[in-house]
C-alpha cells in the first residue's frame, strides 16, 4: 500500500484518493502510527496547517521512516519536515502563499518526467525551505528560482506545491511518477477489496448493535443502508415523508430500496409538517420548523437508539471545520444538531462513508449491486419542496411545482441532460402575472427551471441547455399544469445566488 501520513491539511484524503485512482491501495494515518505499518510500499508524508517551528509541531520518526526503504515524498508541510531531518532548517513565514505558481524543472528527474514544460502548479504554505542540506538537489524550482521540489538521496522527494489539487494542473502525473518508483512493491486497488475491507471494518465496528439510519433515498444514505445490510448488521431504516417530496417520489425510494432487497419503514408525517408550516412565509422560520419537526419524527419512530448510522462524507467532515460554509449549513439540518451531537459524544454515531468523495461512494455503491439511477440521482435538499416554493406552501402550490419539476425531469433525461447537470429543478415563484389562455385573460403563477453544474455546492454556473430542451419543457409546462401560465429559465451563478431559492 501507499501510506499517507497526515499532518491535517485539508488535502490528505485527497491524496489517498488519487493514489486509488492511479489504481494503488492508500490509507491515511495519523504520523504517529508509523512504527505500525506493515511494508508500505511508499510513504506520502501530507501538508499541514502547523508551522514546523511551533513547539509540538507535528513530528515524524525519521529513523523509523528511513528503515522502511521505501520512496518518501513529503508535501507542503511534509517537504519542510524531510527538511529539517536531513538537517536543513525552515523559515517560518509571515505571509501566505497561496494561489498559482509555475513549475521549472531542471536536470531530469523522475518526479517531473513527462510533464510539460511551465506546469501550473498550485500553492498554499507561509512556512519555506531556508538552508538546504548538503546533497540536496533543487530539481525544481517557481518561477521566481525560489526551489519548490528538493530531492535527497535516491528516492526521498519534497514538494512545497499540492499535486493532489487539480490546480495543480499536472499534479496527478507527479504522484503517477514517484510512484512508478515503488513499481512491483504496491498492491493494485481493487473495488471489491474495498467493499469487503468496508464490510469487516463496519462489522467490528458495529460490534452486534443495532443501528438507526434514516434514508432519504438519496446516493449516500443508500449506499450506507445497503452496505449495513450487506455486512449483515441488524439494522431499522426509516424514511420520513415529510409532504414536500417531489412527484412519486417516496413511490419511488419503497421502489429503489426493495430492487436492492432492503427493508426501510416508511413514516408518514406530511399532514404534521404541512400543519407546522401553515401560514409560514418566513425562509428562516420555514427551516427550523422542518429540521425540528424531522427529528421529532424520526426518533420518535425510533423509540431507541442503540448507534446512529449517518451517511457522512469525507468534504462534509472537512467543510464542518469552517463555519459559515454551505456544507456546514448543509450539516445543521442533518448531522450537526444538539441531538445527534449528544449521540456523538457518547460514541454512537457510525459514519463509515467518511473517508469517500462521492464518486467513489458512487463506484462503491455499483459495487453494491446499486441501479445506475439511484447513484446518479440529484441531490434533493433535507427541506425538500420548501425552499422550491417561496410564499406560503400550500397543498396547490406544492402539486403545481412537482407537475412542473416531474415534466422537466422528463425531458432532461430524454435529452441526455439529467446527468450532465449537477442539479435542477422547478420552483413555483410568489407572484402572479397575466397572460391569455384560450381567449381568456389569466392572472396565474410563474415557474422559474434551474439546472446548475457544480463541483461541491460551494459554488455553481447555470447550465446552457439547449433551446429545444427549454421549449419543449415550457410548452407541456403552459399546456399542462393547472395555475401556471409562465416558464422563466435561471441564468444566475452561485455566488451571488443560491442554488436553492430559499
Ligand atoms: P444552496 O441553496 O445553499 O444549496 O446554494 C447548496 C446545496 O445544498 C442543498 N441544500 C440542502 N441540503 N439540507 C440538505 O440536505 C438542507 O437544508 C439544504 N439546503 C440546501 C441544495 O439542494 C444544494 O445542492
Not at 525519521?62 to 536531513?86: D, T
Not at 518561477?143 to 489539487?165: N, R
Not at 381568456?440 to 430542451?469: G, N
Request: proline share 5%.
Amino acid at each position: 500500500e501507499v501510506a499517507v501520513l497526515d499532518y491535517g491539511s485539508q488535502y490528505s484524503q485527497l491524496i489517498v484518493r488519487r493514489v486509488r485512482e492511479l489504481g494503488f491501495v492508500s490509507h491515511l494515518y495519523a504520523p504517529e502510527k508509523l512504527g505500525e505499518l506493515k511494508g508500505p510500499g511508499a510513504i506520502i508524508l501530507s501538508g499541514g496547517p502547523r508551522s514546523t517551528s511551533e513547539k509540538d509541531a507535528p513530528d515524524v520518526d525519521f529513523e523509523k521512516l528511513k528503515a522502511f526503504g521505501v520512496p518518501v515524498l513529503g508535501v507542503c508541510y511534509g517537504m519542510q519536515l524531510l527538511n529539517i531531518k536531513h538537517g536543513g532548517t525552515v523559515k517560518p513565514g509571515v505571509t501566505r502563499e497561496y494561489g498559482p505558481a509555475r513549475l521549472i524543472t531542471g536536470e531530469p528527474c523522475t518526479l517531473f518526467q513527462g510533464l510539460s514544460h511551465d506546469s501550473q502548479i498550485w500553492m498554499s504554505h507561509s512556512d519555506t525551505v531556508q538552508h538546504l542540506p548538503e546533497g540536496t538537489k533543487v530539481v525544481a524550482t517557481n518561477q521566481d528560482s525560489v526551489p519548490v521540489a528538493l530531492q535527497w538521496g535516491e528516492a526521498c522527494y519534497g514538494i512545497q506545491f499540492h499535486p493532489e489539487v487539480t490546480h495543480s494542473h499536472e499534479g496527478t502525473k507527479i504522484l503517477e511518477n514517484f510512484l512508478s518508483l515503488a513499481k512491483g512493491k504496491l498492491a493494485k486497488f481493487s473495488i471489491t477489496d474495498f467493499k469487503n475491507q468496508m464490510l469487516e471494518q463496519i462489522r467490528k465496528e458495529v460490534a452486534g448493535r443495532e443501528v438507526l439510519c434514516g434514508v432519504s433515498g438519496g446516493v449516500d444514505s443508500t449506499v450506507l443502508a445497503v452496505l449495513l445490510h450487506k455486512a449483515g448488521i441488524k439494522q431499522r431504516c426509516i424514511f420520513v415523508d415529510h409532504g414536500l417530496l417531489r412527484k412519486h417520489e417516496r413511490e419511488d425510494v419503497v421502489a429503489q430500496f426493495a430492487e436492492v432487497g432492503v427493508p426501510i419503514e416508511v413514516v408518514d408525517a406530511s399532514a404534521q409538517f404541512l400543519g407546522a408550516l401553515k401560514g409560514v412565509t418566513d425562509p428562516e422560520q420555514k427551516r427550523k420548523i422542518i429540521g425540528n419537526l424531522f427529528l421529532d419524527v424520526f426518533f420518535g419512530a425510533a423509540d431507541h437508539v442503540e448507534l446512529l448510522a449517518q451517511g457522512t462524507l469525507y468534504p462534509d467532515v472537512i467543510e464542518s471545520a469552517t463555519s459559515g460554509s454551505i456544507a456546514s449549513k448543509i450539516k445543521t439540518h442533518h448531522n450537526r444538531v444538539d441531538r445527534v451531537m449528544e449521540l456523538k459524544e457518547a460514541g454512537r454515531v457510525i459514519e463509515p462513508l467518511a473517508e469517500l468523495f462521492k464518486d467513489e461512494v458512487r463506484a462503491l455503491g455499483a459495487e453494491l449491486g446499486i441501479p445506475h439511477r439511484a447513484l446518479w440521482r440529484h441531490p434533493f435538499p433535507g427541506p425538500g419542496l420548501a425552499v422550491r416554493v417561496p410564499g406560503e406552501i400550500t397543498e396547490e402550490r406544492l402539486t403545481s411545482t412537482r407537475e412542473a419539476d416531474a415534466i422537466f425531469m422528463e425531458e432532461l433525461r430524454k435529452s441526455g441532460w439529467y446527468e450532465k447537470t449537477w442539479q435542477a429543478y422547478a420552483a413555483l415563484l410568489p407572484v402572479k402575472t397575466v397572460g391569455v389562455k384560450g381567449d381568456e385573460r389569466s392572472y396565474e403563477q410563474a415557474i422559474s427551471l434551474r439546472a446548475v453544474i457544480s463541483e461541491d455546492a460551494m459554488t455553481a454556473d447555470w447550465v446552457e441547455l439547449p433551446y429545444q430542451v427549454l421549449r419543449n419543457t415550457s410548452n407541456r409546462i403552459l399546456n399542462s399544469v393547472k395555475g401556471v401560465n409562465r416558464v422563466l429559465y435561471d441564468i444566475s451563478t452561485k455566488p451571488p445566488a443560491s442554488i436553492e431559492w430559499e
